[in-house]
């Protein structure tokens, strides 16, 4: 019930075993810190910032940016706050900015593909995130990334927003995460390189299982083939954490999946140092945890992602 789970309102997320696990919350826009706190996520895991462009006449400045990310993290007081560079296009458009029709605006000019070849656009948005940083525990974070070059270019534009930031006398943190969404099969086949260029990963299942399945996750006449427990999808989500652990960083998991009650023990025994969830999902997810004994079952789901035996 969920007076049961308002008692678990200020206790660890950690299994009986005594294994930690993050359980961070998934928002929208800042009005949402206060489900976030209701519901005590350690952090937020994903803020996905299209909002701050969908209710916006022209592309917010600066400034604008500027002040909603101060206000995010000033509330945060201190937790981390994961903040998603822009990740428009595909399903999410807005007015002022045409997109030319795409016969496959999935695999079309989106994300981190619109960024790159728009400078003006993300860099006022990379320069409102290092100048908020100051205000709290920032982690930026790339969506759509499926290259090496594509992490590399991005670093080199945040590198060159600290130089033009100290030129001009603006504060900014260096102590801010730099990381990716793996939501393309192309980084998970990558991900050992990738590892060594990142702080984080987070695993992207909606887009991860569109893309591995050749599913479009807005068609609903294959709605049933869309299928995140779907073996090639579990079995690239262990990959992508065995190379991060690999090299030292840690995996996420921020798209639907990571509530799924059914997957958690495998995302457990895979070694997910995270999960981002809805903010009213957040403390059924820490009863999940605090009831699995990952050293019981650990060792048997691995062997059964080998064998394909796990069935969910
Ligand atoms: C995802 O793809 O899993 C994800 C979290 O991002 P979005 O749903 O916004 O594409
Ligand atoms: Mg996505």
Known sequence: TREKLLQLKGKSSETLDGVKVEINANIGRPADISLVQANDAEGIGLFRSEFLYMESREFPTEEAQFEVYKEVLERMNGKRVIIRTLDLGAD???????????DNPAMGYRAIRICLTRPEIFNAQLRALLRASVYGHLAIMVPMITSLDEVL????IIENIKTQLRDEGIAYSDDFEFGIMVETPAAAMISDILAQHVDFFSIGTNDLTQYTLAVDRMNHTIASLYDPRHLAVLRMMRMIVENGKKHGIWTGICGESAADAELIPAFLAMGVHELSVSPT?????RQKVRDINLALCKEKILKRLDEGTLSI
């Open 92 to 102: 999410k458009h807005v007015p002022y900015f045409n997109i030319p029709n795409e």
């Open 153 to 156: 270019k991005t670093k080199e």
């Open 281 to 285: 999902a957040v403390l059924d997810v």
